[in-house]
């Protein structure tokens, strides 16, 4: 899988992708990062590219001519009218079926970026992310080359490699090959909501870590006490079944106090059901 970032600084990401998981999986060939420059796709002496917005207004507007040329640099088809680009949408969408391209738009204003999201970006042969800047990029260009506005939260960024930066590293960690355990992305908060819970004999659901569209469960590692803190006795005593069992309850305990809204759509035993009702009296809810 490649990714390819349009950008003002491309220094921005230096070090960024050197490390862990996103250096080992381009070592090992499983992803590529392409830095591309936006002003090297100017023709001016002063290497513009930006310009102030029509209507007047606070800030500058990214130029729609360099981004163009970037794009098409890469191979992405310019388009200037909306029907033909609806006709090349659905022609472009039977190639993405076998591993294909989509050009994103990093926005503020864009569709909230999740793990959800991240898993489909991670089925796709190429990524391309646009980095704004200033005010934003010219609107022509979301309409003619963009697939999709992408927002990484409800908070404004003074650019977009930052948000780049995490959705290639969300994005890379789910490519096959990449994770050491293959299931280990689908095992962590936020994991696949529609999954079979498949449970043991005992009813103990299997998953180690946030399957069902729980959070992740909490982690103790050595000494067994910190600071006068000891860590769960239930983790010390080898009973799997036991350590299961209370891993189940810690996610569902987490995923009610910090994201009650996961548990909409998350999959939930009746075990797990009983579990809530009694934390929720617990709580006095
Ligand atoms: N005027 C824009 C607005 O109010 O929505 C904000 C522009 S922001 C200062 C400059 C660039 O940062 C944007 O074009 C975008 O690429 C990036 N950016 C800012 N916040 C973002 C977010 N939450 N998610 C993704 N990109 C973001």
Redesign the pocket.
């Known amino acids: 899988m490649r990714f390819e970032i349009i950008t003002i600084f491309p220094a921005f990401f230096a070090g960024i992708f050197e490390h862990g998981i996103v250096r080992r999986a381009q070592a090992e060939g499983l992803v590529g990062i392409g830095l591309h420059d936006l002003r090297a796709y100017t023709h001016d002496r002063h290497r513009t590219v930006d310009d102030r917005p029509f209507g007047g207004g606070e800030?500058m507007v990214?130029k729609p001519e360099p981004l163009a040329e970037a794009l098409e640099s890469l191979g992405i088809l310019p388009l200037h009218n909306r029907v033909e680009l609806q006709v090349l949408r659905s022609a472009q969408d039977d190639t993405r079926k076998v591993g294909g391209t989509r050009v994103i738009?990093?926005?503020?204003?864009?569709r909230p970026?999740t793990q959800a999201m991240a898993r489909e970006l991670s089925q796709l042969v190429r990524v391309v992310l646009?980095?704004?800047?200033?005010?934003?990029?010219d609107e022509r260009i979301n309409e003619i080359f963009c697939d999709m506005e992408?927002?990484?939260?409800?908070?404004?960024?003074?650019?977009?490699?930052?948000?780049?930066a995490v959705v290639v590293d969300t994005v890379m960690r789910l490519v096959p090959g990449v994770l050491g355990n293959e299931a280990s992305g689908e095992f962590e908060s936020f994991g696949v909501a529609d999954a079979e819970i498949s449970s043991d004999e005992e009813g103990v659901p299997r998953s180690q870590h946030g399957a069902g569209g729980l959070l992740d469960y909490p982690h103790f590692t050595r000494p067994a006490v910190f600071k006068g803190l000891a860590a769960p006795q239930v983790l010390m005593n080898g009973d799997h079944l036991q350590i299961r069992k209370w891993r189940r309850e810690q996610q569902l305990r987490k995923t009610l106090k910090n994201r009650p809204d996961l548990l909409e759509g998350a999959v939930l035993s009746g075990e797990d059901q009983r579990l809530l009702e009694t934390i929720r009296r617990e709580n006095g809810d």
């Open positions: 800030g990214l738009l990093l926005s503020a204003q864009g970026f646009i980095c704004g800047r200033y005010e934003g990029v992408l927002s990484i939260g409800d908070y404004v960024l003074s650019g977009g490699e930052l948000a780049a």
